[in-house]
Structure formats: C-alpha cells, structure tokens
C-alpha cells in the first residue's frame, strides 16, 4: 500500500486525490494527515522538505511534489492517461499544470501572510503582488478556455484544484467576472466526481 501525506484542505493533494481515483489508483493509496509544522510528524523523516503531498511507494520511496506524484500515477496506469504522449499535448498539458500551480503557490501566500505573521507585520505590496499574480493568470485562463471532454490531463486536474481552491479560501470572488472559467469548473465537476468528492476543508 502506498502512503499519501497530506491535509483536507490542500490543492496540492486533492490534484493526487482526483488523478489517483481518475486513474483507478485510490485503492492502492493510503491517505495520512500532516502537519507541516510540526517537526516530530512522519512527513518530515519521508520529504525532508517537510511539504505536501509525498507519496511514499511500497518500497519506501517517496516521490514529491504534486507534479511528480501525478507523473508517476501516470506511468503506473500504463501511460498517456493525464500526461500526453504526443509532444504537443503533452506540453501544453504541463505548462496549464505549471501556471495554475503558479496561481495556486500565489493564493495560499495571501493566506499565510495573515496566517503566521503578526498583524504588524503585514506587508500589503507583497500582498497585492501576489494577487496580481492570480488576476493575470485567471485573465489569460478566460480567455482560453479549454473543453474538459478534450482531455483529462494534468492541467485540467491543477486548473480545478486552482478555482476550487479560490472558492474555498477567497469565498469565490473570481467567479464573478469569469463567466467561462465558471462554466469550465462546472463541466469539470459533473464530469469527474472525485472533485466533489475531494472538496477542501480545513
């Protein structure tokens, strides 16, 4: 059985939640919580990085991050299921997945800011420069909306996590005045239940 460190509330882990159980893989993934700030936690001695998600094989291995998890589910379900063979789609599956990476890294900065520093320490330029980092990539995922039925791949899955993890910490705000990006994430969900099925909480 392999082992999946990560939390209820993590985008990075509900993109290895939603391809393992897409792929047919959930059965064979032990899920543990982790709490990254804690340094007796099992997570650490497994990702001396000490982030999520790790995924550690059967064979003690342990594989992270989220990118390299879905890569390797990927290789385990036989290939050319969420990562592309052809060159072409492949690539243009992985830059998707590495700007709303991006979007997502962006986001939960905003958080920590006011999570872990005091309140007199808030720098609100950093702030807004990270919110200018998520305006500018939900302004180009507008404008290139995707169709999900094309292809489940690994842009897909992060560009879900990205939205849902919007609504989850930013109460939505980006729904209203992304009306294609609204209509993608709601094709998503009725079209792969394990995003329900996944929804963050903390």
């Known amino acids: 059985m392999m082992i999946l460190y990560s939390t209820p509330a993590s985008p990075f882990g ?18 543990r919580g982790a709490d990254v700030n804690n340094d007796a936690d099992p997570l650490l001695k497994a990702n001396p990085v000490g982030k999520i998600p ?3 094989l059967e064979d003690g291995t342990t594989l992270f991050d989220s990118r390299v998890i879905l890569d390797y589910l990927d290789h385990l379900a036989g290939g050319n299921r969420i990562l592309p063979a052809s060159p072409e789609s492949r690539y243009r599956a992985m830059v998707l997945q590495a700007a709303c990476d991006g979007l997502i890294d962006a ?7 006011r999570r872990y520093r005091p309140e007199d320490k808030w720098h609100q330029p950093w702030v807004d420069r990270q919110a200018d980092k ?18 489940l791949h690994v842009g897909a899955i992060t560009k879900a996590c990205a939205l849902g993890y919007l609504d989850f910490r930013f109460e939505g705000a980006w729904r209203a005045t992304h009306p294609n990006l609204v209509a993608w994430v709601t094709q998503f969900e009725q079209a792969v239940p394990a995003f329900a099925a996944t929804k963050p909480s903390d």
């Open 14 to 31: 509900r993109k290895v939640k939603i391809a393992a159980q897409h792929l047919g893989l959930a059965d064979r993934i032990e899920i």
């Open 54 to 56: 790790a995924l550690t």
């Open 107 to 113: 986001a939960i900065l905003q958080v920590y800011e």
């Open 134 to 151: 998520v305006a500018r990539t939900l302004a180009a995922l507008e404008t290139h909306p995707t169709d999900v039925d094309d292809a």
